[in-house]
């Protein structure tokens, strides 16, 4: 069974920063590539980045480019997103997601529960 526990929200100020992190378990994380999606109550979720299966490519949505990296540790089953020059607008629930193969950084099957990122002075 599929499990993805996101950790690492919080509050921190307008410039701060902020790295998540994702545990992934119940599959072989190395073949699934694997997403970074973020969503404010009462809008529609928004995909934030994307990492291959071997982290080789990485990729970013406009809002958060230059400013969030994605990463993985695929000898410990784990994802990050590093979150830098944080902006009130980056203020949502921030969820880890696995797509269907190896290269789906837009096809996600599965989804965490979510960790709070609040931006605010």
């Known amino acids: 069974q599929v499990q993805l526990v996101e950790s690492g929200g919080g509050l921190a100020q307008p410039g701060g920063s902020l790295r998540l992190s994702c545990a992934a378990s119940?599959?072989?994380?190395?073949?699934?590539?694997m997403t970074w999606a973020r969503q404010v109550p009462g809008k529609v979720l928004e995909w934030v980045s994307g990492i291959y299966g071997d982290g080789t490519d990485a990729y970013y949505a406009d809002s958060v480019k230059g400013r969030f990296t994605i990463s993985r540790d695929n000898a410990n089953d784990t994802l990050y997103l590093q979150m830098n020059s944080l902006k009130p607008e980056d203020t949502a629930l921030y969820y880890c997601?696995?797509?269907?193969?190896?290269?789906?950084?837009?096809?996600?099957?599965?989804w965490g529960k979510g960790t709070q990122v609040t931006v605010s002075s």
């Open positions: 119940g599959f072989t994380f190395r073949r699934y590539a």
């Open positions: 997601g696995k797509g269907r193969s190896f290269y789906s950084i837009r096809d996600t099957v599965d």
